[in-house]
């Protein structure tokens, strides 16, 4: 069963392993740049969902 939060991390990943791909060119920045923006993905997701949940009900 895919949840909301399992397909938001999915995305996040995918997202942040092709643009560490595009963007930088050696392995290590690699690595470190999809780190970095797999991390933002999911604490802005997450503070995006915290702070809309009052308007859900």
């Known amino acids: 069963m895919a949840t ?3 397909l938001m991390l999915l995305f996040a990943f ?3 392993v092709v643009l560490a791909a595009l963007l930088r060119a050696t392995a290590g920045e690699r690595v470190r740049y999809a780190g970095r923006s797999f991390g933002l993905f999911v604490v802005v997701g997450l503070a995006i969902a915290w ?3 009052p308007f859900s009900r």
């Open 4 to 6: 909301h939060l399992l």
């Open 14 to 16: 995918l997202v942040s």
């Open 51 to 53: 702070i809309l949940f």
